[in-house]
Structure formats: C-alpha cells, structure tokens
C-alpha cells in the first residue's frame, strides 16, 4: 500500500456529507464506509447525499450511522447511488445546492467521484466557500495528480478475467479478436489491460488508429510463424461504434477478426483487496485532511504516497500515459 501522512487536527466540525458522483467504481463503498466510520470517531455526524450532486440539488440528504455502512465493504456500485448531473454545470444551481447543506447545518462535504465530478467539486468551493475534499473513485483511473485511482486495479482483473476466457477460443480457432475495454478518452485501462492479458496489440484514444498498420502486422506474424491468433485491446474512444469499425476495416485488409465488447462489466463486482485498502485509507484521510484545515483538494496518491492535490491542478492539467509503459507494451508484442 502507500505511505500515509499524520495529520494533526487543527479545526472542528460538527456536520460534513458524503456523495458518490459520476460513473461508479468499485470501491466507493468501501471509501464511503472510511468516511464515515473516521468522522463518527472524531465525533462528527455524517451525512449521506444520495445519486451525486443530483442529490445536493433536490435536498436528497439523510444521516448516516456507522451499523448503515457495515457489509458494504466488499461490495460494487455505490449504495449512496451515482448520477451524471448535467444541472450541477450551472452555478445558480450550485449556490442552491449549498443551500440545501447549510439548512441542514452541514459545514462541508466529500466528494468521491471522477474527473468531472471534481471538477464541479472545486467550483463549487470556490463559488461557496464550502469546505471540499475530493477523493478520486474511477476505473479510468485518468485524473491528474493522483497515480491510481478508486475502482482502477478492480477493473483491470476484470478486463483480465474476461480476456484470458476469450484467448481460449482465438487460440483454438486461430482468430483475432478485438476486445473493447472502457475509456472514452483515456487509453490507461487498456495499455494495464494490454500489457497484463499479453495483448498482441493495444490501441488508445491518445493515438489514431492506424488499421493499415494493424493489419499489417498481423500479416507479418502469420507469415513469420508467430501466430495466428491473438487479442488486439481497444479503448472505446469518444465515438460510438469504433471497434466494429475497426473490424470492419480490417476486412478490407483480408481479416476476419471477432469483436467483443467488454461493457459495463469493468465498472461492477467485487472490489479488490487492493482498492478496498486504498478506499479506506483515502475515505479516512479525507475527514483527517478537512480536520487538518485542508479544503478545496483531493486525497491522491504520489510516487507511493498519499498528498494533497489541489483541486484546481484537475482543471488545468490533463494526466498522460507514462511513455515508459508505452514503450514496455510496444517492446513486448510479437
Ligand atoms: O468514467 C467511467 C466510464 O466507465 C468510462 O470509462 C466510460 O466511457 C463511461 O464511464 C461510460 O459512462 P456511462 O455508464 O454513463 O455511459
């Protein structure tokens, strides 16, 4: 696991919320359960918002005790229930949305959610000075400043367990196939994916996909002995269809390959071991960094430790794919 700071308690709170936001990841349960089992221990109440900002918006607010979060440590999905609010874009809805918190005495809230979840976390913050933590719960695992993410190593062993099933078959029909993983504009899924199922190729929204060149190469392998079967792991990019397509082109190059659509299956299940420690740990290290005097950052996860990532860094910066990984999944193709 990660290094953990000690953090000294320099402010009181009597009330904070919790909300779960954006597509859910498996692990939000368990940080959810971190929340608030740390903030009963400090002895401030908590307060479970429920389907995102959606929640904040309609006043959808309840208490949560610490028997409500037990047996959920091991589960997917979120029980606070998540929701995309596009409403949440307007700042009048925002100020309304504070409203709601402060009727009911609430001092600040937690946000567990992705890039744009955060991203409205931060506005939020600074339009209503409303203490915010960020924690950061995706299996995109794409958010600047933070090094891994909520969900992200549940979702790789997901992809992985789908894929090593389906080598079986393109192993002993000697096809290609092409497996779609999530991911509509960040390729970090499917280069761990990639790497880990042994892809014979990864394609990545970072990057045009070259079909020419895809085809190409599998030509080349066929010819060379090396195979004639494989996985060929594409991120499903921004716009719908891509990997039928794909296939589609490749016919025009003399291939058949198979496609199969991986789907939501990576956002549900069981989360790991590792990020139901991870969960936990940002879970509690939120309520710790707001009793510290923190707001308007994220708990994330530096070069093998917990920081304190300011919220406004995910609005100014975007997170790239480590080359090195890129060239390590290059190297290691056929
Ligand atoms: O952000 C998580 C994610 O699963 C992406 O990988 C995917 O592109 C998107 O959400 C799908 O969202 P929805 O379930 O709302 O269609």
Not at 52 to 67: A, F, W
Not at 81 to 98: D, G, L, P, V, Y
Not at 231 to 250: C, F, H, K, Y
Request: hydrophobic content about 40%; some cysteine; overall charge neutral.
């Amino acid at each position: 696991m990660y290094d953990l700071p000690t953090l000294e308690p320099i402010r009181r709170y009597k009330s904070i919320a919790v909300l779960t936001s954006g597509g859910d990841a498996p692990g939000m349960n368990p940080a959810i359960r971190g929340v608030v089992r740390t903030a009963l221990h400090h002895g401030i109440k908590v307060y479970g918002v429920q389907r995102g900002y959606s929640g904040l918006i309609n006043g959808d607010i309840h208490v949560l005790s610490s028997k409500g979060v037990s047996n959920i440590v091991q589960k997917g999905g979120t029980f606070l229930k998540s929701a995309r609010c596009s409403e949440f874009h307007q700042a009048t809805i925002r100020a309304n949305a504070a409203s709601q918190l402060r009727k009911l005495g609430i001092e600040a809230l937690i946000v567990i959610g992705g890039d744009g979840s955060l991203t409205g976390a931060h506005l939020f913050e600074e339009e209503t000075g409303l203490p915010v933590i960020g924690i950061p719960g995706t299996i995109d695992n794409d958010i600047f400043g933070t090094d891994d993410t909520i969900g992200f190593d549940t979702a790789v062993n997901t992809a992985l367990n789908a894929i090593d099933k389906i080598r079986d078959t393109a192993d002993s029909h000697e096809r290609y196939f092409l497996v779609e993983v999530m991911g509509r504009s960040s390729g970090f899924l499917a280069v761990h994916v990639g790497i880990a199922a042994g892809a014979e190729m990864i394609a990545v929204p970072e990057f045009a996909v070259d079909v020419e060149a895809i085809s190409l190469q599998l030509a080349t392998s066929k010819r060379k002995g090396l195979g004639s079967s494989g996985i060929i792991v594409v991120a499903e990019g921004n716009a719908p269809g891509l990997t039928n397509r794909i296939a589609e082109q490749m016919a025009h190059h003399g291939h058949t390959p198979y496609v199969s659509i991986l789907g939501h299956i990576q956002r549900g299940g069981h989360p790991s071991g590792h990020d139901r420690v991870l969960a936990s740990c940002l879970g509690a290290k939120a309520v710790e960094y707001l009793l510290a005097g923190y707001s308007d950052m994220m708990v994330g996860v530096n070069q093998g430790q917990v920081v304190d990532v300011p919220l406004d860094n995910l609005t100014r910066y975007r997170k790239g794919l480590d080359p090195e990984l890129l060239k390590i999944a290059l190297q290691l193709h056929k």
